[in-house]
């Protein structure tokens, strides 16, 4: 091993990994997860200056979001979903929701991961029919128990977040909150490494 240069694992093929090995790769995962909430806000900060068409960009889309979310008293867990429900954007083009809900996945409630993931279809009520789609495809989760609540998510807070004359709390005053809520996960295949 070179002296100064961090510790590596020993093996080209995972077959051949020993228990020191991978104290050093859980070591280094560790410490990599400390700085995800950084990359997250850092990348939601992509989004500012892309309209694709909207009144306001869509960093301005997904903080106005998150501001009536909590304006109207959600939790923070919630808020940070509303604040990160179009992250997806930059990546995801045809699949932004997936993208957001698989970010959120490990850190938040089954409900609130299921908000995110789904909430495109429900949003698609009020466009899809402009693009030749069918505006009811939200219609086949009617009977879902997380119906009403991604109902409740885009009418009451996505769908109304395209004013530019709205109240937009700054990403600043988020920021506690995505670490608060990103800082361990709640679920994850992972969960007992980042411990």
Known sequence: MTVGAPDRASFSDMKEGTQEDWEIIGGCFREFA?????????HLKLLGGDFGGFKVDRLTHCLQTATL????GKD????????????????GTFNHADIAAAIVEPFVSEENHWMVKHHAIFQGYYFFHHLGMDR??????????????TLEFVSKYDSPAFNPDGEILPLEFFEPMVRRVMAK??????KAVSE
Do not use: F
Not at 76 to 91: F, M, N, R, S
């Open 136 to 149: 009811n495809l939200r219609e086949q989760y009617r009977d879902h128990p997380y119906y009403e609540r």
């Open 69 to 72: 979310a909590h304006r109207d």
């Open 34 to 42: 400390k700085g995800h909430p950084d990359r997250i806000l850092e």
């Open 185 to 190: 996960p709640k679920r994850s295949l992972y």
């Open 76 to 91: 923070e867990e919630y808020v940070v979903c509303a604040l990160l429900h179009d992250i997806g954007d930059t990546l």
